[in-house]
T-cell receptor, first 111, second 113 residues
Framework: DTGVSQNPRHKITKRGQNVTFRCDPI?????LYWYRQTLGQGPEFLTY????????KSRLLSDRFSAERPKGSFSTLEIQRTEQGDSAMYLC?????????FGQGTRLTVV | QQQVKQSPQSLIVQKGGIPIINCAYE??????FPWYQQFPGKGPALLIA?????SEKKEGRFTISFNKSAKQFSLHIMDSQPGDSATYFC????????????FGKGTKLTVNP
């Protein structure tokens, strides 16, 4: 299967801990996006990479959040000093043209 | 300010019915309008999308109707099946830049057998 892959699928962490999520996009896709989805809401844009360059960040992406895409391949999203409000589904999407394809997401629960 | 308004929030139909989900937007710069289907615990899956140069697009049982002057678009599901029970999201974007998607709040569709 050559879809967007995200790991881990679920993560439970204690408040104040750091967490890191990984996204492997569809191999030929040069665009990669992170979104956050809370219960009962649509996904909200967090950040965008074209190849290895991070070109856009949402105001939702506080200083505790950082994303990287070394060598324009996989991407990581790190949340430092997690808070209960960070509990959400974190979705990665990739695209080559305008059609964006999403991964299964990482469900984060901060306790 | 909500950039795309989706309605209804939930919808229940009988098998074979034609549920219709509506979305409205304000920014005329938006020029790509996809619909996504999401099952619980899964990521959104692209269903069908339309650009403003056409008023209707069909793919299988799914149809998008687009009204550029009214800044509205809708999803119709023909001959709905219980397996179509999911949450549906409309989205909008402007092509040529980041093409980040702005999503509606979703419609939870239940198709009863």
């Amino acid at each position: 299967d050559t879809g967007v892959s995200q790991n881990p699928r679920h993560k439970i962490t204690k408040r104040g801990q750091n967490v890191t999520f990984r996204c492997d996009p569809i191999s030929e896709h040069n665009r990669l996006y992170w979104y956050r989805q809370t219960l009962g809401q649509g996904p909200e844009f967090l950040t965008y990479f074209q190849n290895e360059a991070q070109l856009e960040k949402s105001r939702l992406l506080s200083d505790r959040f950082s994303a990287e895409r070394p060598k324009g391949s996989f991407s990581t999203l790190e949340i430092q000093r997690t808070e209960q409000g960070d509990s959400a589904m974190y979705l990665c999407a990739s695209s080559q043209t305008t059609e964006a394809f999403f991964g299964q997401g990482t469900r984060l629960t901060v306790v | 300010q909500q950039q795309v308004k989706q309605s209804p929030q939930s919808l229940i139909v009988q098998k074979g019915g034609i549920p219709i989900i509506n979305c409205a937007y304000e920014n005329t710069a938006f020029d790509y309008f996809p619909w996504y289907q999401q099952f619980p615990g899964k990521g959104p899956a692209l269903l069908i999308a339309i650009r403003p140069d056409v008023s209707e697009k069909k793919e299988g049982r799914f149809t998008i109707s687009f009204n550029k002057s009214a800044k509205q678009f809708s999803l119709h599901i023909m001959d709905s099946q219980p397996g179509d029970s999911a949450t549906y999201f409309c989205a909008v974007t402007t092509t040529g830049g980041s093409e980040k998607l702005v999503f509606g709040k979703g419609t939870k569709l239940t198709v009863n057998p």
